[in-house]
């Protein structure tokens, strides 16, 4: 039986210059409350060996970038793994399994949480343990918002109820240039793309993200994405991964 993602490449014929991308979106691993939102290591690595196994690819954003950019090829079978927030345990139990099957991975970050590690001992990823995953040349760093996961009165990096579009503009501003720089400028990571949080923007998010020089957009709507040359990369889909089921029937979801 073929899985989703082959059943993709099949379906793809039809746009012989497009190529299927499946990205899929982790969240929490840990061993403990598994659930729509934290997968434990076990089935992570289960996950990780269907990959290999199947002869799949993993890609950067970055990789994504200077293929639409650049015309620099992608492999015959990419995927993307992304990992949400900034959690502690990505580093604890995400990074090692990453390391230990050699898969490439998108770690995007929420920079408070971090910032806020430096002054109390909490569960977020530290400076030392995001620049240790960035220079193994195995995980990118990106942007999961400065401070907007859980702003008070705005779902993520969408508009405010009430909020000019210069206010919004000038929030979006201050807390993606705030990441940007402040990365930047400590651990000389160039971030390039966002993932919103909780997959939601308004109609102006995309053009101050491509003012500031982003050059890709994550969401969280499900489906494959199809990319040539021509891609706008400010509306990429992923799929969640929960708990709950197996490695080859998740996959076999990807549809």
């Not at 950067?60 to 992304?82: H, Q, R």
Request: aromatic share 10%; glycine share 6%.
């Amino acid at each position: 039986m073929s899985t989703a993602i082959e059943d993709s490449k099949e379906d793809n014929k039809e746009s012989p210059k497009k190529i299927a991308l499946p990205i899929v979106m982790y969240h929490s691993i840990f061993d403990k409350n598994v659930g729509k939102y934290v997968l434990s290591p076990s089935q992570l690595e289960k996950d990780l060996e269907y990959i290999v196994k199947n002869g799949y690819t993993t890609i950067f954003a970055s990789d994504l970038i200077n293929y639409v950019e650049n015309g620099v090829c992608l492999p015959d079978k990419p995927i993307m793994l992304t990992f949400d927030d900034g959690a502690k345990t990505k580093y604890l139990y995400a990074y090692p399994l990453l390391k230990k099957h050699n898969l490439r991975a998108v770690f995007f970050v929420v920079g408070k949480w971090t910032d806020d590690e430096e002054t109390k001992k909490g569960s977020s990823l530290t400076y030392e343990m995001i620049d240790t995953m960035h220079k193994s040349g195995l995980i990118e760093i990106q942007h999961h918002s400065y401070d907007m996961h859980k702003d008070k009165g705005r779902i993520g990096m969408s508009q405010k109820k009430g909020e000019s579009d210069i206010e919004y503009k000038e929030a979006l501003r201050q807390d993606l240039t705030r990441m940007k720089d402040g990365f930047k400028g400590r651990l000389g990571i160039e971030m390039t793309a966002v993932a919103y949080p909780y997959g939601a923007f308004s109609a102006l998010s995309n053009s101050i993200l491509q003012e500031l020089g982003y050059k890709a957009a994550f969401i969280c709507t499900e489906g494959i994405n199809y990319i040539d040359r021509d891609s706008d990369l400010f509306m990429l889909k992923r799929y969640n991964r929960p708990s709950g089921i197996s490695s080859e029937e998740f996959f076999r979801r990807m549809r």
